[in-house]
């Protein structure tokens, strides 16, 4: 059964730092393209990151510098580190994976950046 798990959100100061957590089954690890997205209430579903199954990673301007995805083989989980975290970045996070057989979301995660 295909299982993608976020974790790790929670509420941070504005420039603090954080790291999500999405364990996904081994199949769809080591055969997908991965990525984070995240959403804010009233508004789509925005991409924030891309990973291959190499480990080589794409981020959206608003996050370049500033976030981190990269992927643990043998855990089976990609991560998002995020530096300098600003009010805008509080958003709903999920991960998911693309595969030949379809397109897969985990629960997502609550990210609140506040003061």
């Known amino acids: 059964q295909v299982q993608l798990v976020e974790s790790g959100g929670g509420l941070v100061q504005p420039g603090g730092s954080l790291t999500l957590s999405c364990l996904a089954s081994?199949?769809?690890?080591?055969?997908?393209?991965m990525g984070w997205y995240r959403q804010v209430p009233g508004k789509e579903r925005e991409l924030v990151a891309t990973i291959n199954s190499g480990g080589s990673a794409k981020y959206v301007d608003s996050v370049q510098g500033r976030f981190t995805c990269f992927r643990d083989y043998a855990k089976n989980t990609m991560y998002l580190q995020m530096n300098s975290l600003n009010v805008a970045d509080t958003a709903v996070y999920y991960c998911n994976g693309v595969t030949l057989y379809g397109t897969f979301w985990g629960q997502g995660t609550q990210v609140t950046v506040s003061s």
């Open positions: 081994r199949g769809l690890f080591n055969s997908a393209t």
